[in-house]
């Protein structure tokens, strides 16, 4: 039994994996458990209802988070997105379904599209949400976003809850008109949901 | 007899002439075919993961290309991500630690069938992870991370048999040393096993914060404690090999590799620089960033100077120019990383298309090039057949032309997307702004496309044929 790295396989491979996960528990799992036990929700904030819960989902499934951010940075160019977002913001994010059991990533790592943390203040018009999500190109000039056409239904009739999308000429369907489907509203109420809750002396949706 | 040479009639080749491997040693052809149906595999899943990123690319200038759900951007994105992680670099390179470690120690493979098991099962992961990605199920994580955990429990329980067959033969090796490459690539296969467990492990992910702990950790690890090591673990050997001369310094490489377990492990927390994690986490992230360079100088300038002397082989060598590029790539943007890591910069990339081009000129100057010299290096002295010098001449310059072009323009755009949200311009100023660099990046993303179409014709032409053809190829090209 010799104790030269270079000789003992067992030593070398041993000391190489505990070793590894060793470090993993000071930066990674350690922290995780600490974050964890000390997030609690921000005061005045109230967990998302069933109906958001499902819009969460349909954001995860839909890859949102590719292109939108949920984070704003204290950083004085990330204030036109809100106050600085703080770990309670968070506290209500947890995992959605047996094939989720994590709490879902939505502080999102590229903005290719604005910060959503706050967009439920800053766009607070469901009409809009439905215009720019059947085809942002109808209400934002120069954007880049995705249509979504499958989160709405083109019926020659809309029924008697339901509200049509009014489209411009040019973005609405030859015949019929446009509804958003269950997904489609479950969505917009998830994005309406994110509004940040106040927190004296940084800011927040009032 | 000597021609007298007009300078009239001189003809120029194509492409200085390039030095052809020996005749073929390894012939176990059980081994040749194996090590085969792993880059045979790799490459299928490289040319449908780059189409994918190709046409993720054109998205970007035509968003109405077409409106069908699982073509859509955010279906598609993770896609080509976790084909290119999982499907084409993991498997090239663990094709190539199959041929590397068995012969390092000097000892047959320790279990063939087992290394198809695993083979079969990252293919069925990567195929099937696809498909429930497309179809919008995915495990709500973030990159490389979205592959819900029954698919990536099977891609792992593939890796882990991978590790048990080499580290056996390793035991079971027929040298007193274990040779430098297998620290790096049993390293990266434990590491990596450790850390899909850790970050599929759901008890401390309960919330929205420390679920991004554990992403950033894994984030950074998927790349840093899996492909770095073992395509290094494999120019270890591909090198030497290729110069036919030792390594410069063994012990250079041993301080690379403990730093690499050390350093690397502690700064993933870096992709999430001023978010609401622990601060003194994000500090620890920039500081060890930086102890990174200690890493980087040592593997780089062992490799550099296992080169020094040798230009000429490498200029005659059509497998060497990779690895040169490869190495300059894994110093020059994993520094670039380092660099990122500063909260002042942070500042200005976070968010934008820099980190894109960080994540190409990594995974594609650095793990790429590597892996297709070592590919060409190695695969033509199992099979004895060669590709084409031309060929393998257009492969890698249109890579590289390709991967720089895209990479300059989205490092030039993503530093203007930047400096538009610094000087609080509109945000939508940002996305026009971008669309002449992401034009420039659909140009060199059609040019890295183009050279795996090249690079798959190669491989076809390396394949491995009938011995008998083999044996009558060497003596007729020994007769010449």
Known sequence: ?206 | MIDVISTTTVARPLAVPKTRVEPVADSDSRWVRLVFSYVGWATAWLLFGTLVGEYLGIKFVAPDIDHVSWLSFGKLRPVHTNTLFWGWSSLAMLGMALYVVPKTSRRQLFSFPLAYVSLVLINVSVGVGDVLLMNGINNGGQEYREYIWPVQAVFSIGVTLIAYNLIRTIAARGIDEIYISNWYIIGGLLWTIALLVIAYLPWYQQNGISETVIQGFYMHMGVGMWFTPIVLGLTYYTLPRLLNKPIYSYSLGVLAFWTQMVFYSMIGAHHFIFAPIPWWLQTVAIIFSVGMVVTLAAGTGNFLLTMRGSEHAIGRSYSLPFILAGVLAYFLFSFQGTVEAFRSLQALWHFTNYTVAHSHLTMYGFVGFLIWGTVYGLVPRMTGHEPSAVWVGVHFWFALVGYLLYSGALMIGGTMQGRNWISGSPFVDSVTDMLPYWLWRAVGGTLMFLSHLVFAYNVWSMRPRESAAIRAGVAASGAA
């Open chain 1, 1 to 206: 039994m010799t104790l030269d790295f270079g000789k003992n396989h067992w030593l070398l491979f041993g000391v190489s994996f505990f070793g590894f996960i060793a470090l993993a528990y000071v930066v990674g799992i350690g922290p995780a458990i600490w974050v964890q036990n000390h997030t609690q929700p921000l005061p005045g904030s109230v967990a998302p209802t069933a109906l958001e819960t499902e819009g969460l989902k349909i954001y995860i499934s839909e890859g949102c988070v590719y292109c939108h951010t949920q984070q704003v940075r204290p950083l004085k160019m990330d204030g036109v997105w809100g106050r600085p977002s703080a770990p309670g913001d968070y506290a209500y994010v947890r995992p959605v379904g047996v094939w989720q059991p994590y709490a879902s990533a939505i502080l999102g790592s590229e903005r290719t599209g604005p910060d959503l943390s706050n967009v439920g203040a800053r766009q607070a018009s469901d009409v809009w949400q439905y215009l720019h999500l059947y085809n942002p190109r109808s209400v934002v000039e120069g954007s880049i976003m995705p249509a979504f056409p499958w989160l709405f239904d083109i019926k020659a009739a809309a029924g008697p809850n339901e509200s049509v999308v009014p489209l411009p000429a040019h973005y609405a369907p030859a015949t019929g008109v446009v509804v958003p489907d269950a997904r489609g509203r479950a969505l917009v109420a998830y994005l309406l949901s994110r509004r940040q809750v106040p927190i004296q002396g940084y800011g927040g949706a009032r």
